[in-house]
């Protein structure tokens, strides 16, 4: 990961007034990174840190369907942890059936192209020794390849994750790609998760210290032998079909 204390480094998170986004902007708050909340909620956003004083960070607002307006905020990103997203649980009707394509996959896909081309356009421009290499953080869930007990919830996850293993070997070549696999924890959308976002935060940026590319944190054993299996032969076949 690249190391926030030796430049300032700015990390967008979308989603960022959910429990794993805050926890996520504490922790790299920890790090002394400069913050941006990207928030669909008109909502202020304030955190407080472990010291009870208020950590500062920019907040944008952006709508499913308008992320094109974001592109003058991700010029100034270096880090964007794509992250927001909703469970209509049983709810299987067509509006319910948009709303989570959208939300969830759509959307997702969407901001990674924006940013992939505005990193592209930037490392044109900056191409220079050591400049950093922008980075993309996906948050699909375990969803991609566990049931999630909400069938709308796990089509538009893995989605998400298909669309990422599609483009992956094209957006590699400008971006630092990270998919995020989480397992159940505590939040709006799922409040009987049984990790805690704060934990699951530390374990991300832990893992990402490590250098992976695919970050597993989860209680179930067989999302780590099942997810690498997933990606790998995900990656072998759209090689093997893709045209240069
Ligand atoms: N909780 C779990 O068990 C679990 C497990 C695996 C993966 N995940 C994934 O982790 C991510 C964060 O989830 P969370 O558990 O922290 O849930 P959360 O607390 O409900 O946060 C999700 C956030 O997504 C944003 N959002 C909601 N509706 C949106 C919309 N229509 N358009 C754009 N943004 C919208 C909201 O933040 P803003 O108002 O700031 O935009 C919301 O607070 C999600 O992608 C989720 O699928 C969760």
Redesign the pocket.
């Known amino acids: 990961m690249p190391d926030p204390s030796s430049d300032s480094l700015t990390v967008a998170v979308?989603?960022?007034?959910?429990?794993?986004?805050q926890a996520l902007l504490r922790r790299w708050h920890g790090r002394g990174a400069q913050l941006i909340a990207l928030?669909?909620?008109s909502a202020p956003l304030q955190l407080a840190g472990p010291d009870g004083q208020p950590i500062p960070l920019r907040q944008g607002h952006w709508q499913?369907g308008q992320e094109a307006a974001l592109e003058p905020l991700l010029e100034q990103v270096d880090v964007l942890v794509i992250?927001?997203?909703?469970?209509v649980h049983g709810d299987c009707s067509a509006a319910a059936t948009g709303r989570s394509l959208e939300?969830?996959a759509l959307?997702a896909w969407r901001l990674l192209e924006l940013f992939a081309a505005v990193a592209k356009r930037r490392e044109g421009v900056q191409r220079r020794e050591g400049a950093r290499r922008a980075e993309v953080w996906v948050?699909t869930?375990?969803?991609e390849i566990q049931p999630a007990v909400s069938p709308l919830y796990e089509i538009s996850?893995r989605l998400l994750g298909q669309l990422l293993s599609l483009r992956a070997p094209e957006l590699a070549r400008t971006l630092r790609l990270r998919r995020l696999v989480?397992?159940?924890?505590r939040?709006?959308?799922?409040p009987v998760?049984v990790m805690g976002?704060d934990w699951v935060a530390g374990e991300i940026l832990r893992q990402a210290d490590w250098n992976c590319s695919l970050i597993i944190v989860t209680p179930n054993p067989l999302t780590y032998l099942l997810m690498p299996l997933a990606t790998l032969g995900r990656w072998a076949y759209v090689g093997l079909l893709r045209r240069q």
């Open positions: 979308t989603g960022a007034s959910g429990a794993l986004g928030c669909h909620s499913v992250n927001h997203g909703i469970n939300v969830n959307s948050n869930s375990e969803a996850k989480l397992g159940p924890f939040s709006a959308l799922n998760g976002a």
